[in-house]
């Protein structure tokens, strides 16, 4: 028997589980068993910090299953993600991509920060210094198990859980290792491996990832490297997890092929223009040839639990992060290049306490301090264009000090053997102390001013605030219930709160005509409500939702930020998993929405009741898998993108694709294993991203069809 997306449903998957009263300590082991009910007992543990029983959680919650991430040996993060339901991850170049789950796919600066990526509970960056591309440092081709919470989780996680939480398992050590060799197109070549021991009381394990690609377009190959390490020890009632983790990537980046005069320069083609993406010719040219991307970081976390009584035990996790990345912005008319990097020291904990046998409380505070530095610099030399005066030299030069305490209290109960409401507050107290090092308002670095085509002194593009000190204050709330009304089905609900306190950049990195300080977090809240059942064959949940999102940033046609900005979003989404027979598994995962503006701005298009630009309503992933012999798997996946609008005036459109993966594994041996796959089997012309701004369409094309193959040992 196997299972994908949210099962773990195989034997046993990252994070060893201690239970307690039926909650179990923390994150370490994740069974799937049998209990005295009869249903199957899923445990998952990113939508509370606290492993619970899927059949009886209140909320959506998705699981990628140890399995699944095998078969797959995803290089992207779109290879491995887009399997769980009402998720789709845009590739756009090298490691670069664009999420959404329940949301159009964002985009621009009010873009970073709208998902939050955690390892092991614990964010990859800090809340603000976020970054669209944030799912590229993630170790998911050997994750253990990967959870996807859909819609707002403030509540439990704080800044940016807005529209969605991926929460990435590692593995717990073992004695068992692995190696694997995989070859692809475009001289893809990625090497992994796993080495581990365990021994009396403790583990230790490694991990690492190399993939190195010369890129389906011009001048665009990159070089990616991932590790990680863990330690685990237990002694008593003591557990203790050690995990640090590693990210370098160096990439010659390729932007989009924009239609019309936009990209003469560059190709010829003969495809009207909003079909320019069926042009490999044009798709393979790389009109940014010198954009690119260095970007590394390390991430140090140790989780201390302790079982205080038979009522009580906390948890305690003290982090350490760095990151830092230099690229330029060759999506700009400056093409400046961009210095930023951030470090971090924080801790997370949690004192679980059973006051009765129907009723839990889980409560701690989370704090985290960061000091986080930019600068933006431009080689090229004075512009002046459509009244914007662009200098060559530094546009931003700051510092920025920021430190976020965030106490919460969680709480469950169990009205009676088939009924339970859960509920959590948490308050967020954020605050910035930003200093620029350069002269302040818009004048250049120096004090100078710009000029215009005339000689004529002109303010500079670029605002500089002066120093300040900014301060956010956030509540968010869930309430929830669960109402099992058979042993294997369960009918779920949850109101829900998000917000997004704003990014350094938004706050500090202005242009001129913007009014300083006006910003405030985003805001949104969720209704959901949903049936799930879990049985040893069938796995489904049908889940309907709306949110309405308010404090919406973005930037408008003319380059300057919108902050008062108002969404709607509402759909609904259904995943099922079913075993037709110990040989055939069946796997489909569907999502359907509707995100809309529910505000003016007639300078971009935007008119109430529009719908956001790159925002599919249709959504759907199948995946049909045999086992034909006992040593042999064929998984056939059809992956399907549905049509969408370029622009907020709703005036262009794509039409949307249909995919084709199909995927083989032998195993030869105890030992050895063969594998392959072949994406985009019916060579569909595609545009993996696609939008209309500045007049022109704008696409990065789909990958031809390409075939991997590679091997992997295990001992």
Request: charged share 20%.
């Amino acid at each position: 028997m196997y299972k994908n997306s949210y099962p773990a449903y195989l034997s046993y998957c990252a994070l060893s589980l201690t239970s307690l009263s039926g909650i179990a300590l923390a994150d370490d082991d994740i069974k799937i068993e049998q209990n005295n009910s009869s249903h199957t007992e899923v445990i998952v543990i990113t939508g509370s910090r606290q492993a619970s029983d899927l059949l009886s959680f209140a909320g959506n919650v998705d699981r990628i299953s140890t399995e699944d991430i095998d078969i797959v040996s995803a290089v992207h993060p779109s290879d491995i993600l887009n399997r769980a339901t009402g998720v789709h991850i845009q590739t756009n170049n090298g490691m670069e991509s664009l999420p959404s789950m329940r949301s159009p796919v964002l985009t621009g600066p009010g873009a970073a920060g709208a998902f939050l990526f955690l390892e092991d509970g614990i964010a990859t960056r800090s809340a603000g210094f976020a970054n669209n591309n944030g799912l590229s440092e993630l170790n998911l081709a050997q994750a253990s198990e990967i959870e996807v919470i859909r819609g707002p989780a403030s509540a439990v996680y704080g800044s940016n859980a807005v529209h969605g939480v991926i929460n990435v398992l590692t593995k717990a050590p073992s004695d068992e290792g692995d190696v694997s060799l995989l070859f692809g197109p475009n001289e893809r070549v990625q090497l992994q491996g796993t080495l581990g021991r365990e021994m009396d009381q403790q583990g230790v394990s490694g991990n690492f990832q190399v993939i190195d690609e010369e890129g389906y377009r011009d001048d665009s190959g990159f070089t990616s490297f991932k590790v990680n390490g863990r330690h685990d020890y237990e002694e008593g009632v003591d557990k203790i997890s050690t995990l640090i983790s590693g990210f370098v990537l160096d990439q010659d980046t390729a932007g989009f092929i924009s239609s019309g005069d936009n990209g003469s320069d560059c190709y010829s083609s003969d495809y009207a223009d909003g079909n320019l993406y069926q042009d490999r010719n044009a798709m393979e040219k790389n009109c940014d040839d010198d954009a690119y991307r260095k970007w590394s970081s390390l991430r140090i976390a140790t989780n201390w639990q302790r079982l205080l009584s038979a009522k009580t035990h906390f948890s305690i996790t003290p982090y350490f992060r760095v990151n830092q990345m230099e690229f330029r912005q060759h999506y700009l008319p400056s093409k400046a290049i961009e210095e930023n990097s951030h470090y971090s020291v924080g801790v997370t904990s949690n004192y679980y306490w059973q006051l009765e046998a129907n009723l839990a409380l889980v409560m701690g505070i989370d704090a985290e301090w960061t000091e986080g530095e930019l600068t933006q610099t431009q080689q090229k030399p004075d512009t002046f264009s459509f009244g914007k005066a662009r200098q060559q030299g530094t546009h931003y030069d700051y510092e920025v000090e920021a430190s976020t305490i965030a106490p919460y209290i969680q709480a469950d109960w169990q009205v009676n053997d088939i009924l339970k409401f859960t509920g959590s507050i948490r308050f967020d107290a954020t605050e910035y102390r930003y200093n620029n090092l350069i002269a302040d308002g818009t004048t250049k670095a120096d004090g100078s001013s710009c000029v215009n085509n005339s000689g004529e002194a002109t303010p500079c593009l670029y605002l500089r605030p002066s120093d300040s000190d900014d301060h956010f204050n956030n509540t968010s709330t869930k309430l929830g219930f669960n109402y099992q009304f058979a042993d294997d089905t369960a009918l779920f609900g949850a109101w829900s709160q998000g917000f997004r306190a704003p990014q350094t950049t938004d706050l500090y990195r202005l242009q001129n005509q913007q009014v300083v300080g006006e910003i405030d977090s985003e805001e949104i809240s969720s209704t959901e409500i949903g049936v799930r059942g879990v049985t040893d064959k069938f796995h489904y949940e049908a889940v309907i939702y709306t949110m309405t999102k308010n404090n919406v940033f973005f930037r408008d046609a003319s380059g300057l930020n919108v902050t008062d900005g108002k969404t709607s979003h509402q759909g609904l989404e259904l995943g099922v998993n079913y075993d037709f027979t110990e040989n055939i598994n069946l796997a489909i995962n569907y999502s359907y929405g509707e995100h809309e503006y529910e505000f003016d701005r007639p300078s971009s298009g935007v008119v109430k009741g529009n719908e956001i630009d790159t925002a599919p309503k249709n959504l759907a992933n199948t995946r049909l898998r045999w086992l034909p012999t006992t040593n042999t798997t064929l998984e056939l996946e059809w992956l399907h993108m549905g049509d969408y609008f370029l622009d907020p005036a709703n005036e262009h459109k794509y039409k949307g694709h249909n995919l084709w993966q199909l995927r083989g594994a032998v195993q030869i041996n105890r030992h050895v294993n063969l594998f392959a796959r072949i994406e985009n089997l019916t060579d569909e012309k595609y545009a993996s991203r696609a939008d209309y701004a500045f007049g022109s369409y704008r696409f990065f094309g789909g990958q031809p069809r390409a075939i991997h193959f590679g091997v992997s040992a295990n001992f």
